[in-house]
């Protein structure tokens, strides 16, 4: 059987409205034997219903959360707000983690999770964080190019998936990164100018958040393989215990 992971879209708008993801975030998923489900803003009865069905939860990268969402006056500086994917994505969170579902979050997603639990957010690192490093590539860099290292904390998820020894390069597509950590949660992963990239639940459980993008980098990264696969596995473990 393979897992199924709920994915969350994004909200084109146009003449039509459109919903969709990067195919990078599905093909991560696959190559690690789940089955990305994607979720579209809907309902709560509806969106309850599709939650009751997931394995697991990938919260994908996209544009800011908007300020009121963790209590912060909106700076001005705030870009691709979408209250309708905000809504949808913070309301999954909180199912997951109050069930203890499996989760991975990535760039917003992290900041998501941040969110959803109760913590803050930087709403610009380049302008709040002294000397703070670049932390979005230049414009026609590859997805997967990579643009600084973060240190992680010794014995988290990611120190085991990734490196040991305790540092791993990292691509960077980002503005906003996690503030004050949400009650639950820990840091697990910070880059040289003191900016937050790695967070996981304090419990053990399998909630893990990063701030660059693994799914451009799993392609050819077996550690970041080994990630998609560690939620996967998570997420085939909570099917079988939900099942007795």
């Known amino acids: 059987m393979h897992p ?23 093909d991560a998923i696959l190559a690690a034997g789940g089955a990305p489900l994607l979720l579209p803003p809907m309902p709560e009865g509806a969106l309850r219903a599709a939650f009751g069905r997931l394995d697991g939860l990938l919260l994908p990268g996209g544009g800011d959360v908007a300020a009121h969402r963790y209590g912060g006056p909106d700076s001005g500086l705030l870009t691709l707000v979408e209250e309708e994917r905000d809504a949808l994505e913070i309301a999954l969170t909180c199912w997951a983690l109050a069930d203890g579902l499996p989760t991975l979050a990535i760039c917003r997603g992290i900041q998501v999770l941040n969110v959803a639990a109760g913590g803050t957010l930087i709403q610009d690192v380049p302008s709040q964080v002294a000397g703070a490093l670049v932390h979005r590539s230049a414009p026609g860099s590859p997805p997967e190019h990579l643009e600084h290292t973060v240190a992680l904390a010794p014995g ?3 120190a085991a998936v990734y490196a040991p020894e305790g540092e791993v390069w990292v691509n960077s597509r980002h503005h906003q990164a996690v503030d004050a950590v949400a009650p639950g949660l820990r840091t697990t992963a910070v880059a040289a100018d003191g900016v937050i990239e790695g967070i996981e639940a304090e419990d053990g459980r399998f909630v893990v958040g990063v701030q660059w993008h693994p799914e451009n980098l799993a392609p050819a990264d077996a550690a970041t393989r080994r990630l998609f696969a560690a939620l996967v596995q998570a997420a085939g473990t909570s099917r079988q215990e939900a099942s007795g």
């Open 4 to 26: 199924i992971i709920g994915i969350p879209t994004s909200i084109g708008r146009g003449p039509l409205v459109e919903y969709g993801v990067r195919s990078s975030y599905c």
């Open 156 to 158: 988290s998820r990611l």
